[in-house]
């Protein structure tokens, strides 16, 4: 099973950053999906959310707006928009696969975002 998470980087304010998480070894289909992200001295904090076929999207309040959360179950990946970003949003970002019955649980290595002038 591997989650490998990329596009994260260095950005200003107000730009934009397209997080990409490519999923192997498992029916992805299944898989609620999810992007966390952990910033320096803080909890892990879940930003978005997808459902296993695309029916639902959650969010984080303060990225309501700003961030889309999309899938594609032929390639098996999730991604994560995120616009207008801002300085809080530095952190690193962690892509998440949930199933419930069976419970399964996977998490990628996750990709350093940071936001700064």
């Known amino acids: 099973v591997q989650l490998v998470e990329s596009g994260g980087g260095l950005v200003q304010p107000g730009g934009s950053l397209r997080l990409s998480c490519l999923a192997s070894g498992f029916t992805f289909s299944n898989y609620v999906m999810t992007w966390y992200r952990q910033a320096p001295g803080k909890e892990r904090e879940l930003v978005a959310g997808i459902a296993s076929f695309g029916s639902g999207t959650n969010y984080k309040d303060s990225v309501k707006g700003r961030f889309t959360i999309s899938r594609d179950n032929v390639k098996n990946t999730v991604t994560l928009q995120m616009n207008s970003l801002k300085p809080e949003d530095t952190a690193v970002y962690y892509c998440?696969?949930?199933?419930?019955?069976?419970?399964?649980?996977?998490w990628g290595q996750g990709t350093q975002v940071t936001v700064s002038s």
């Open positions: 998440n696969a949930y199933q419930r019955v069976p419970a399964r649980e996977y």
